[in-house]
């Protein structure tokens, strides 16, 4: 599956790792002191090289740093302090209790926060080292997001970054690595990704097969009954009568009038239709002789069974799965989790989005605008229409789920929160190509989770870490 086409310069910091981000879910001056600490325990050094022997410049951070705060982790030329450890696990802790959440033992918690912050400093060198830019411009409407996210605007935002001792140019810096990582791992992640056409292939297939359950038949029939005991010149007599009614029809005669004159089936009022009905609810044999057929066809030759002789013509077919498909048209506001929005905050202010458009206080249009951190902003979170398989799981499951003009409760993806509205659908048959392109994105969003845990292994693998003993 493709990701919703949204642009996403401050998207969850780690993509799927024990904590989402260094500073997810820190309110208020806490937070900002967090940031702080780890800020200032990290060096802005750039053109980092892998498999480089212990770097020269962190010589001197050997001792312990203030308040018995010591370096526990040296990634690259970054640092893991164990300041920073604990108050992630601390995090974590008050997140699990609010939400009734099992976590595991200290220990193994504690070593499951560290291995998660090595991995977010592995990602940050190696986007420093990757030549990746993000222009000003990008940055400036990044912070200028965080600011409308606390409803401030941008000289209260750096008042109160300066309040609680943050300084402005480090925190666009800390903006800027979020920015270029999550940059670089779609784009070398996605680059990971290999389909070949004979896995397009199996996946249509699969499809095809799928939908042949789901495919719905109304048929038509004329039944020509055979007595269980009845000669051979009585069956061939039978089916004399069954080749009379082909061709009668093939003359000019209607289906249904001969139906009703001859056949011995109870659909005879109804001029032999029996309906539409799934293939998995007629006999198999009906469904092989009019499976090739086009609507309004008479199968060539009687088909035998044991009631007898069933001239059979296809009325109507409904084709499902892989040959017509549901496209929906849908818009959204999206807000992303940071370290001025927790995601907690996200939801409550996407349902309170929710209330002000059912009041008709706000339109959907109106706060889209105001409030989406992605581009599509500025057409009022239109997403336009959108095949299934266009946005990643949780989105289309929430989307699928609503009603025309319904909304839905705040959603979380991997992109942040999401308030979704539908507005239109339609019933579109896919053309060959179209075909292999949504398999090509059905397997592309299958194959990704993977390809991510291999590239952050490698990065892993080529990175220059030293895990350090508390000082005596």
Do not use: C
């Amino acid at each position: 599956m493709t990701e919703p086409k949204i642009s996403s310069p401050m998207r969850q910091f780690v993509r799927g790792l024990l904590v989402n981000s260094p500073f997810l879910n820190m309110p208020g001056a806490a937070l900002m002191m967090a940031l702080v600490v780890a800020l200032a325990l990290t060096p802005q050094v750039s053109s980092a090289q892998f498999n480089r022997p212990k770097p020269a410049s962190l010589a001197a951070a050997e001792a312990p740093s203030r308040g018995g705060d010591y370096i526990a982790v040296v990634v690259n030329q970054e640092l893991v302090t164990a300041g920073e450890i604990e108050q992630r696990v601390a995090r974590v802790r008050e997140n699990a209790a609010r939400s009734k959440a099992t976590l595991p033992p200290l220990a193994e918690l504690r070593q499951q926060v560290l291995e998660a912050l090595i991995d977010e400093r592995v990602q940050v060198t190696h986007a420093r080292d990757s030549g990746t830019r993000i222009d000003e411009a990008e940055v400036d409407r990044a912070v200028m997001n965080v600011a409308v996210q606390n409803q401030i605007g941008l000289p209260q935002l750096r008042e109160r970054l300066r309040a609680d001792g943050v300084d402005f140019t480090r925190f666009r810096s800390n903006i800027r690595d979020q920015m270029m990582v999550e940059r670089i791992r779609e784009r070398e992640v996605q680059g990971r990704i290999r389909i070949t056409d004979a896995e397009i292939d199996a996946a249509i297939e699969k499809e095809r097969a799928n939908a042949g359950s789901a495919t719905e038949y109304n048929i038509a029939q004329v039944l020509i009954g055979v007595p269980e005991a009845a000669s051979a010149t009585a069956v061939a007599e039978r089916l004399r009568v069954a080749n009379t009614v082909y061709s009668r029809v093939k003359a000019g005669e209607t289906f249904e009038d001969v139906a009703r004159a001859i056949s011995e089936d109870g659909n005879k009022a109804q001029g032999g239709v029996i309906g539409l009905r799934g293939a998995d609810r007629l006999p198999e044999v009906f469904v092989a002789q009019v499976r090739d057929l086009k609507a309004g066809e008479l199968a060539t030759t009687p088909l035998r069974t044991g009631a007898g002789f069933h001239v059979l013509k296809l009325v109507e077919r409904r084709d499902a799965g892989a040959f017509s498909i549901t496209q929906t048209q849908a818009r959204h506001i999206l807000l992303k989790p940071s370290a001025q929005l927790s995601q907690d905050a996200a939801i409550a202010r996407l349902a309170s989005f929710k209330k002000q458009i059912t009041s008709g206080a706000k339109t959907f249009a109106q706060l889209a605008k105001e409030n989406s951190e992605d581009g599509s902003a500025p057409q009022g979170g239109e997403l336009g229409w959108v095949s299934p398989g266009g946005f990643v799981p949780e989105f289309e499951e929430a989307m699928n789920g609503l009603a025309l003009g319904a909304m839905s409760d705040p959603v979380v993806s991997r992109f942040g929160v999401h308030l979704i509205q539908v507005t239109e659908r339609k019933q579109t048959t896919l053309e060959p190509k179209q075909q292999r392109e949504q398999a090509r994105n059905v397997l592309r969003e299958q194959k990704f989770e993977d390809a991510y845990t291999d590239w952050l292994r490698d990065l892993r693998a080529r990175a220059y870490v030293e895990r350090r003993e508390a000082p005596q």
